[in-house]
């Protein structure tokens, strides 16, 4: 029988992996960084993740398999969760874009990063794969927190790194119409990256 310490390679990895590919919150952090900078984008950074946690122990205790039992309340919940990330990346990317750092403009806070997750598709299938893929039935508990120590530490970097990204594009950004173009890119970006949630079956 496997151990947690057995299966943490291979966990590393797919959570490494998972958490740097682009998506929704990577795509968002990086337009944070680039307009707000680093230390302004920390409350965004860590709400991402303990939605991340929140969304791993809602797997892991059977909430996901009451969804599908009930699709009619999944499908509710999925579009609710969906409308909210559009009207985030909206507020985040395109009225930023067109606010040009006027006062009032802000990052995402703590709260509205850790709801944005729940209707992050990406994320919801991250999760589910780690805890379907990795959990031990003889060690259930102890694997849930394995995984969610393993994918929040990998988690945190790869956010991290996508922020930084953003800061660092800052530097080339010295125009108006620059700024413009790199928040409509990267909000298209995000755009895309939610397609597979409205069209995947139900």
Request: glycine share 8%.
């Amino acid at each position: 029988m496997d151990t947690v310490w057995e299966l943490l390679p291979a966990m590393s990895l797919f959570a490494f992996v998972t958490a740097m590919t682009p998506g929704p919150n990577n795509f968002l952090l990086a337009s944070s960084g680039a307009q707000f900078g680093i230390r302004q984008s920390i409350k965004h950074l860590i709400g991402i993740r303990m939605g991340i946690v929140f969304l791993l122990l809602l797997c892991a205790g059977g909430v996901a398999i009451a969804l599908e039992q009930h699709p009619t309340m999944y499908r509710a919940l999925r579009y609710l969760g969906l409308g909210y990330m559009l009207w985030l990346v909206a507020k985040l990317i395109v009225l930023n874009s067109m606010a040009n750092n006027q006062e009032g403009v802000r990052p995402l806070s703590f709260l509205q990063a850790m709801i944005f997750q729940l209707g992050n598709i990406k994320a919801w299938m991250a999760c589910l794969a780690l805890v379907t893929s990795y959990s031990l039935p003889g060690n259930y508990w102890l694997s849930v927190f394995t995984i969610i120590v393993v994918f929040t530490v990998f988690g945190f970097f790869a956010n991290s790194c996508w922020t930084l990204l953003g800061r660092w594009i800052k530097h080339y950004l010295n125009t108006p119409e620059k700024q413009r173009a790199f928040n409509l890119g990267l909000g298209l970006l995000t755009l895309v990256s939610l397609v597979p949630a409205f069209t995947a079956g139900i």
